[in-house]
């Protein structure tokens, strides 16, 4: 049931600095908030009641996107989803975001809600955690102690828990260039379109010739975090891709192997049984897609130099 929100004092720091200090401060009692999409459903609902909240949204320079020299793309933390979604930046360079931000909310989620809200929360179905952990992502954070990296691979630790202290913000998520020539997607599953996932997979696969080179494969809203499914990814790494029954029962052992490491649960969006018939076909769809991708890149340059 949602109410109306407690009463709590607001705080609206200058800088990141001010905003630590503040956290630090104020300890257990604060929360941080940016567009307040996660965190006032969660104080509607009671969930939390903060005392104090620390709403960062008018620190300047933490709403940028942009590429460093060697094409790492770099998403300030308030950055919104609309903004992401109307990149032509992240549409060019890293499309699979672009797809990550057109299916998460309504559009008065994406203008409010943020990215570096949306990794903060640690919900098991943030939907920019799949593709960004297949990106090898990073986020860069500060806290009193200083400044530090933290690889997102490791950065979810629990439902709603990440590996953030809790005096630490996010500064910077950087994703680094993937490599020329791989091929990435991301596929949702809701009831409705404007739902949070059912499940969700993203997929990335590098071919060298017919041999596949590397891939990977991170599930969303399956397990208590979003997490990179390694055994599936073993089992196709270093296998090669024949295009004909061999490849098809190939992909569906990686499928059934995904599906063995998920842990999903029984909830108000879905039954778990459900939810890991879901994850076989995202996986096996998710995989076909992009090594038809791959072939259809090959075929063109093939094309080209003849
Ligand atoms: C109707 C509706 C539909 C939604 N649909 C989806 C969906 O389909 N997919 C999905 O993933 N989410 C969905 N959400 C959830 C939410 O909109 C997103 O997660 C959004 O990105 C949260 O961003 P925010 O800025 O509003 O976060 P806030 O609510 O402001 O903050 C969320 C948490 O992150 C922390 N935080 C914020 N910024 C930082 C920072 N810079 N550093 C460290 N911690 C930080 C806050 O302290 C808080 O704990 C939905 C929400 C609603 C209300």
Redesign the pocket.
């Known amino acids: 049931m949602l109410l109306g929100l407690p009463e709590f004092e607001m705080f609206f720091p200058r800088s990141v600095e001010e905003t630590c200090a503040l956290l630090a401060k104020h300890g257990q009692d604060a929360?941080?908030?940016?567009?307040?999409?996660?965190?006032?459903?969660k104080m509607k609902q009671r969930r939390l009641v903060p005392s104090v909240l620390i709403n960062?949204k008018r620190i300047s320079g933490l709403d940028q996107i942009r590429c460093d020299a060697d094409g790492g793309l770099h998403i300030g933390?308030l950055t919104t989803?609309q903004a992401i979604r109307e990149s032509a930046l992240i549409a060019k360079h890293f499309p699979v975001l672009s797809e990550a931000a057109g299916?998460?909310?309504?559009e008065q989620?994406r203008n409010?809600?943020?990215?570096?809200?949306?990794l903060?929360?640690a919900?098991p179905?943030?939907?920019f955690a799949p593709p960004l952990l297949i990106l090898n992502a990073s986020v860069r954070c500060l806290g009193r102690r200083g400044e530090r990296v933290v690889p997102l691979d490791g950065f979810f630790v629990g439902p709603g828990k990440s590996a953030?202290e809790t005096d630490e913000?996010?500064t910077d998520i950087q994703v680094p260039n993937p490599p020329d020539r791989a091929q990435l997607v991301y596929l949702k599953h809701s009831l409705r379109r404007?739902?949070?996932?059912m499940a969700a997979a993203a997929v990335f696969v590098l071919l060298d010739g017919d041999i596949c080179r590397d891939v990977r494969i991170a599930l969303g809203a399956v397990a208590p975090t979003v997490f990179r499914a390694r055994g599936a990814e073993q089992t196709l790494i270093g296998k090669r891709l024949t295009g004909d029954s061999r490849e098809s029962e190939l992909l569906e052992e990686v499928a059934q192997v995904a599906v063995g490491e998920a842990r999903p649960i029984d909830d108000i969006r879905g039954y778990a049984s459900y939810r890991r018939k879901v994850v076989a076909m995202l996986v096996r769809h998710g995989l076909e897609h992009v090594i038809a991708q791959v072939r259809a890149q090959a075929t063109e340059r093939h094309a080209n130099e003849a």
Do not use: H, K, Y
């Not at 409010?112 to 949306?118: F, Y």
């Open positions: 929360q941080m908030v940016a567009g307040g999409t996660d965190l006032f459903v960062i933390p989803i299916v998460l909310g309504t989620v409010l809600g943020t990215i570096g809200g949306n903060g929360n919900s179905s943030a939907e953030l913000v996010i404007m739902d949070v996932a």
